[in-house]
């Protein structure tokens, strides 16, 4: 199974950002596999964002659900990010990743058996 997201590196304050992860190797719609984006600040820790299931279910972190919609194309086999009203803060890089199950809010490397390499996203004018 492999990752990849993408997107554009760079976004303006206020605007949204917006991440596609394609998945290859296998199905995003295979039960009880989780899609998950989470982030990491520079300097700082990973930030788990938010998931969708195998069956389209849709879980958000609270702290980001006010800004952040996640979504799936499944014929495309991919899953998206779109995290609006951005600022500096949200600059990071940004991973999709794979879970056996849910792990709603959950950082650890190691609960997720296939990361993407990340995409670096700079928010800024």
């Known amino acids: 199974v492999q990752l990849q997201e993408s997107g554009p590196g760079l976004v303006k304050p206020s605007q949204t950002l917006s991440l596609t992860c394609t998945v290859s190797g296998g199905s995003i719609t295979t039960a009880n596999y989780y899609w998950t984006w989470i982030r990491q600040p520079p300097g700082k820790g990973l930030e788990w964002m938010g998931a969708?299931?195998?069956?389209?279910?849709?879980y958000y972190s609270p702290s980001l659900k006010s800004r952040t919609s996640i979504s799936r194309d499944t014929s495309k086999n991919q899953f998206a990010l779109q995290l609006s009203s951005v600022t500096p803060e949200d600059t990071a890089v940004y991973y999709c990743a794979r879970s056996d199950g849910a792990r709603l809010g959950v950082v650890r490397t190691d609960e997720y058996d296939y990361w993407g390499q990340g995409t670096q996203v700079t928010v800024s004018s």
């Open positions: 969708i299931a195998y069956d389209g279910s849709i």
